[in-house]
């Protein structure tokens, strides 16, 4: 399973664009990059998964260059609540063993 | 929108004392999975279950751990003799479809505590 590398945290203040980088130097050619968010005292909760360029759904954005070795998340205009922990996580499509890594905590100030 | 939901919310334990963590999984999900988070850790893989087999489990998974879909909605964790380390949020997670490009749904944990 591909090691992911993320930073431990993250700050922003409300209304900005936060930018989230994920790295994956080993990444397989049939690995799929899917987020996940969690709050305090809640189960993970999936926000976006992509395998190559850019994927867009209502919470977030996906980019991932030609080489998949990293990949961004992307929240725009960020708001209080979406202070949570934000996991990268690569895995084939073939195998259900999904292995979370420390995550970016991102808090989000007013 | 459908939700996994797990009981009890927390259960406190006995050290040595067998528990059984409950979950629904959502209704038209064939995979099941189980996950454990210790306080300020990682969220941890233990165990994948499809058609009544266990498909993957980790290391974590040793034999005081046992899953089990009693029937056509509940999916069960069980650990045989607790020990103070088990002290974690459980979470279990459902998927429609098997595989790391499937989205898996979590419910809301069980927060075990062990005495």
């Known amino acids: 399973l591909a090691k992911t590398t993320q930073p431990i945290s993250m700050d922003s203040y409300e209304g900005q664009e936060v930018n989230i980088t994920c790295s994956h130097n080993n990444i397989a050619t049939n690995d799929y990059i899917t987020w996940y968010q969690q709050f305090p005292s809640q189960g993970p909760r999936f926000i976006i998964q992509g395998y190559k360029t850019k994927v867009t759904n209502e919470v977030a954005s996906l980019f991932i260059p030609a080489d998949r070795k990293s990949s961004t998340l992307s929240l725009p205009r960020v708001s209080l609540s979406d202070t949570a922990v934000y996991y990268c996580?690569?895995?084939?499509?073939?195998?259900?063993?999904?292995?979370f890594g420390a995550g970016t905590r991102l808090t989000v100030k007013p | 929108e459908p939700e996994v939901t797990q009981t009890p919310s927390h259960q406190v334990t006995q050290m040595g004392q067998e528990v059984i963590l409950r979950c629904v999984p959502i209704s038209n999900h064939l995979y099941f999975y189980w996950y454990r988070q210790i306080l300020g850790q990682k969220v941890e893989f233990l165990v994948s279950f499809y058609n009544n087999e266990i498909s993957e489990k980790s290391e974590i998974f040793d034999d005081q751990f046992s899953v089990e879909r009693p029937d056509g909605s509940n999916f069960t964790l069980k650990i045989r003799s607790t020990k103070l380390e088990d002290s974690a949020m459980y979470f279990c997670?459902?998927?429609?479809?098997?595989?790391?490009?499937?989205?898996?749904?979590f419910g809301d944990g069980t927060r075990l505590s062990i005495l």
């Open positions: 996580l690569v895995g084939p499509n073939n195998n259900n063993d999904m292995r």
């Open positions: 997670a459902s998927s429609e479809r098997s595989g790391g490009n499937q989205p898996q749904h």
